[in-house]
């Protein structure tokens, strides 16, 4: 199994600001994921981030907005940038384990945009 | 990834089983079927999964239909710590992607 803790639990922002997510696993992985639930919705997945190369982005989500970082096997972060009402979601990080057969979710960060 | 299709909401009580049902018509051969479960304000929670053969574990079983075109999730005893969104999701590689989930609802 794997523990990921995720700072800040939550948090309220201006609009126009940014906010930085971080996200801690207690053992190495090689892919780290970003998931966005809308309030009332199911997750989405925003991107997956591989140490030492760029995020892969899905559909509808760009660098510029959801920038990642993957310094190491054990951490990300994914920064929501320029903030608008409709940032307003929980921020979720994910990883797997080795055989991709079962994936561990952190608590998730509840973000409120003002 | 293949859709599925799975019922928005469904009510049980207490000590009894529950089958949550999950269509998913264009599953391919080297789809895995899993079941997670989001309990109210926490990240998803892993449940079961399968490939081909039912599966049991300390907290379901999976029934997987022989042509694989539907899987049922079976809690054995619900209790009102099973009140949650449940979701049924087909992958072959490391991406999940959720669709809306069966909300449960556990009645005491």
């Known amino acids: 199994s794997a523990v990921i803790s995720q700072k800040p639990s939550r948090d309220i922002c201006q609009r126009g600001t940014s906010l930085t997510i971080q996200c801690q696993v207690d053992?190495?992985?090689?892919?780290m994921f970003w998931y966005r639930q809308q309030p009332g919705q199911s997750l989405t997945l925003i991107a997956t981030a591989n140490q030492g190369s760029e995020a892969t982005y899905e559909s509808g989500f760009v660098i510029d907005k959801f920038p990642i970082s993957r310094p190491n096997l054990t951490f990300s972060t994914l920064t929501v940038s320029n903030m608008s009402p409709e940032d307003s979601s929980i921020y979720l990080c994910s990883v797997e384990n080795d055989r991709n057969t079962e994936a561990f979710f952190g608590q998730g960060t509840r973000l409120t945009v003002v | 990834d293949a859709k599925t299709t799975q019922p928005n909401s469904m009510e049980s009580n207490e000590e009894e089983p529950v089958h949550l049902p999950c269509n998913h018509s264009t599953i391919s051969g080297t789809d895995y079927i899993h079941w997670y479960r989001q309990l109210p304000s926490q990240g998803p929670e892993y449940v079961i999964h399968?490939?081909?053969s039912n599966v049991n574990n300390r907290m379901a079983s999976l029934a997987i239909a022989e042509d694989r075109k539907s899987s049922t999730l079976i809690l054995h005893r619900a209790t009102l710590r099973d009140a949650a969104v449940y979701y049924c999701?087909?992958?072959?590689?490391?991406?999940?992607?959720f669709g809306e989930g069966t909300q449960l609802t556990v009645n005491p």
């Open positions: 999701i087909l992958t072959s590689g490391s991406r999940l992607t």
């Open positions: 399968g490939l081909t």
């Open positions: 053992s190495q992985v090689t892919m």
